[in-house]
Each structure stands twice: as C-alpha cells, then as structure tokens.
C-alpha cells in the first residue's frame, strides 16, 4: 500500500481559485501563496451553517484518526451534494519531527499539499513565534533599562515551534554595563513550544485585527512589586506583535484529495492549551458553506470540553453534532488489552474499554445536550462480534454508531457516517455547558472534574491557592477555565484508563492568560515544550536531488 506522503504526491491538484469558487468567493478575496494555498482575505464574516464537532475517545497508542474522519465525513456530505467545508488545526513542527508525525489526515481522507501543510504552510507559526518573542524582547529590554514598570516576576516566555528539552530550563543574565539607569539581573526561564502560547490561543481566539490587537495588550508579562499585573501594552508593544501577525490572522484555504474546501488555521494543543482552530477559520466556513466540520484535539474530555465551554461561549456559535470518534483496537487498549495482540479478537477486553467511549457520548449528550454519531474507524482485523459489541453499547447509550472506512475509501467510505450526521443535524439542540461562567474559578475546576471528568472532586497546591489569590487581587473574575492535563485518561493519571472512578484531581498552578481570555488550571506533570522520542519522525524525513519527499506522515 502507498504511504501518506505517496497517496498526497499522487493526487492532481485543482487550482486553489477553482476550490474557492465552490464557497462563493472570487480572486479578490484571496492572497495566493502559490497555486494550492490561498489565504481568504475577506473582512466581514456571518457565520450561518450547521457546525459538526468531530472529537474523540481519551487517545491510545493505536491511535483514533480524528482528523481522517474529519476529512472523510466532508468529503462523504460533499459526495450527497452537499456545500461543505472543513475548519481544521496547523501542525506543529514540534509533533511532525517528533513522535506523533503531522497532522494533515491519512490514507485516502487527507488534506492537501500534505507536505506544504504540515511543514512551513504559509508561515503563520513562524509569525506566531516572532510576535511571542518581540515581546520577550521587549520586556527584557525594559527591565535591563531601568524597570520603570517595576516588574519583579516574569509571567511571560519565549517559544519556539519545535520539541527541544534543553529549552525548559535556562538561565538569563544581563549585565547593564556603563549605561545610566540600566539593572544587573539573573532569571530562571523556559520556553514553551509555540502550539502552547498565548500568542497562539491569542490569534485563534481573536474576531478580527482590532480585537487581535486589543488581546494582544492584555497579555499579562508579570508583576509589580504591589502584586499588581503588568501588560503587554505598557510595553507599547502589542502595536507591533499585530503587525508581524498581519497576515497570520487570515485563515489559510486548501483542499481534500477529493476538492473539498479546507479552512486549515491556528494549531494550540489541547492537553496544554485549548486545541480548536481559530474563530476565524470557523466564522469563514460557517459563512461560505451550509455545513463546516471543525475537529478538538485530543479526547472529549479536553478539546470538546474547551470547545464548548470555552470558544463556543467566545465565539457565540453552537455545534448541531457531535461526532465521537473511537476504535476496536483503542478500546481493547483502554480495557487492558496487550498491545501486540490488538488484532486478535478480544471480547472481555472490548467490554472492558466500552466505558471510556460511553462516558465521552454520556458527555456530550447530557452535559452538553448535543446530539451524538460514533464513528469507528474500521480495521480489516475487527470481527463481527466485536463490531456488534461496539454498535449495540452505542445504541443503549442513545447514539448511532457507524464504522467508517474513509482511511481506504476517502469520501466513499465516509458516506453512511454522512448520512447519520445529516441526520442528527436535523434534530432540535441548544447547547447547555459544563459550568456557570459567573461562578467562581473553583467552582469551574469542580464543575468540570466531576461532570466531565467523573472525578470526585479537586485538591490544590499552596502555588495554586497562591495565584488564586493574586487573580482575586486583580479584580480577574467570569473568565472561561482551560483545564491542562493529561490526554491519556479521563483523571490527571495517565494509567488509569477506561472510566475511573474515585479519583481526584490535583491543580498544581493556575495562570492567567489575560489576552485569551481565560484561566489555565495546570494539573498534573504537563509539559508545555515537550522533547523528542527516541527514535524521532526527523529520523525518516528525507528529500532526494529532484525534490521528493519521503517519511513524512
């Protein structure tokens, strides 16, 4: 069978001004970037169509295929006539050279350039990178010239969009020299990878340049000596990070192998950060087209839970479905299954793992009164009573399931997924949420642990207590929370899979991210700059004499 990078390098690609004429827009609303890649310059969007979520079970070493569903369902509506369009996440280089690989879809569900998209695209990371860093820049530079500001702690860091573990611990110096006013000072830093920035959740989170520019000064960079925060814009430098992020704010037109539109646009992790693409990336293909499929990152219980709790009470737009994504293989996975003996038919272990997909739906349904399709991404080694355990536990729960084979099949093996959706599209929803956004952090925390989570409650560090109080101090309250923790487990303990119960979870810190908007409760062991695996994706990567790539996934 071809690989990713073949199947990507095989397709003829349509002019990226024939795939915009499919959403009603012509040449003048877009800045080309070659002949497949475009960015949608249009400054009024009214967003109107139908939303589908695509989320999924907590991820397993099996993996799920959340985009590829993403991707296969669009493509199956486009195939039943219908004008769809897919809002996905960039990849980071971070992931691309490390362990996981890109992110672009796989098999015969992909979005393309597949090499474009998951290496430089349009640069909008790069540009990400340098407005979080001209802030670094500048904000070091203030203190070295005599601190006017008074700021005695650094809230903000640098970034880099790649995995290097070298960068979490560094050591600042600064010597003033001759110079009147300057200061002598040492600080302990690190820098985050780009996907976990705030100038990424930032230019995600934002509607428009003006409100680009107006989050980018509420950034908090640290305190003063009266506890009080210090901005971005006493810097004065949000003026100049919105002129690097210019271009970077217009979301980024491609395609599906099968000449789907796809808005691809922003990329925050969701274990660390708030995983969805950007609002813009959503408002334009809810403006262009009758039905947008837009994908959160990692398990439910993190991308959907930050989705609709946090971007959609934001952006104020709702989902008509969710789509719940799983399969055979993870759930043996999730019910202690051996990993080497996941093609061999596992009934108990199936059974087993069932609870983590239900409590994903459970979820949806109840928490957030959506209405719910699983799609099963469907393997050559599921059996038939393994793929009937599967659809009679999901039909018990209250949602259809289906198994897909869009990997194989693209468009035509996401067909039935489509109709299902169609459906449940049709049905009347009003989107209720996890928490009160009045009540206060902790109640949120709560809130989300045990209703989403299934947790017993939620302990805190005296680092945590610490920095609540200081937000109280600030006068910060009504914030949405984002919830950073592991993707592995419905807890904060990456080994208890399944559906655990009895547990508590444990926030070590708390920051506020004054420009998204929201607070960041960090609980458990979460890397924000993650490292390399032993053998890393970089490893496979090549390029030959005549410009073909290889390795790439």
């Known amino acids: 069978m071809l690989s990713d990078i073949e199947i990507a390098e095989s397709c003829k690609l349509k002019d ?19 002949k497949y890649k475009a960015k949608i310059n249009v400054k009024k969007l009214a967003p109107k169509a139908k939303l589908i979520l695509v989320t999924a079970i907590n991820p397993t070493a099996s993996g799920e295929g959340k985009t590829t569903v993403s991707i296969g369902l669009a493509d199956g509506m486009a195939r039943l006539g219908k004008k769809v369009c897919l809002a996905l996440r960039e990849p980071s280089l971070g992931p691309v050279f490390g362990v996981k690989g890109g992110a672009a879809g796989g098999g015969y569900a992909q979005v393309v350039p597949m090499a474009d998209i998951n290496l430089h695209f349009t640069g909008d990371l790069h540009a990400i990178t340098a407005a979080n860093n001209l802030l670094c820049a500048m904000l070091d530079n203030h203190i070295f010239r ?3 500001l008074d700021i005695q702690k650094v809230y903000f860091h640098r970034c880099m969009d790649m995995n290097d573990r070298a960068l979490r611990d ?24 780009t996907a976990a920035s705030e100038v990424m959740a930032v230019l995600c989170l934002a509607r428009d340049l003006a409100d680009l520019k107006a989050r980018l000064g509420n950034i908090v960079v640290g305190v003063n000596s009266k506890g009080e925060y210090v901005y971005a814009r006493q810097l004065n430098a949000h003026g100049a990070m919105a002129t690097l992020l210019k271009d970077a704010i217009n979301p980024n037109l491609v395609q599906t192998l099968e000449g789907t539109p796809a808005i691809i646009h922003g990329g925050p992790f969701a274990n660390i950060a708030h995983g969805c693409n950007s609002v813009r990336a959503t408002y334009a293909a809810m403006t262009f087209a009758d039905y947008a499929v837009t994908e959160a990152g990692f398990g439910a219980d993190l991308g959907a839970e930050k989705f609709l709790d946090a971007k959609c009470r934001i952006a104020g737009i ?8 799983a399969t055979v293989k993870a759930l043996k996975l999730h019910g202690g299954a051996d990993k080497k003996q996941l093609s061999e038919s596992n009934i108990p272990a199936l059974k087993a793992g069932l609870p983590n997909l239900l409590k994903h739906v459970e979820n949806m349904q109840k928490v957030y009164s959506m209405p719910v399709v699983v799609a099963m991404n469907r393997f050559a080694t599921d059996t038939k009573e393994e793929i009937d355990c599967v659809m009679h536990a999901c039909e018990a729960a209250g949602a259809k399931a289906v198994f897909t084979d869009v990997f194989l099949k693209g468009g035509e093996g996401g067909e039935e997924l489509a109709k299902a959706v169609l459906e449940a599209c049709d049905r009347p929803s009003a989107l209720t949420y996890a928490y009160d956004l009045k009540a206060d952090i902790k109640q949120k925390i709560c809130d989300v642990v045990t209703k989403v989570y299934g947790g017993d409650g939620v302990t805190y560090s005296q680092t945590a207590e610490q920095s609540l109080k200081e937000l109280a101090a600030n006068g910060i309250a009504g914030e949405p929370v984002i919830i950073a923790k592991t993707q592995y487990s419905l807890s904060d303990d990456a080994k208890k899979l399944a559906r655990p119960a009895g547990f508590t979870v444990h926030v070590r810190d708390i920051i506020y991210k004054g420009g998204a908007g929201f607070v960041v409760a960090v609980a458990g062991d979460i890397m924000l700059m993650p490292g390399l695996g032993k053998v890393p994706c970089a490893e496979k990567i090549d390029i030959d004499e005549n410009g073909t790539i290889s390795g790439l996934s």
């Open 16 to 34: 990226i001004r024939k795939i915009a004429e499919k959403l009603g827009l012509g040449e003048d609303s877009l800045e080309l970037y070659g």
């Open 146 to 148: 005599g601190n006017a």
């Open 170 to 193: 560094i050591l600042i110096t600064c010597k003033a020299g001759s110079m009147k006013g300057c200061v002598d000072y040492d600080r302990k830093e690190s820098f985050e990878i």
């Open 318 to 325: 709702a989902p008509s479905c969710v789509v719940v994504v």
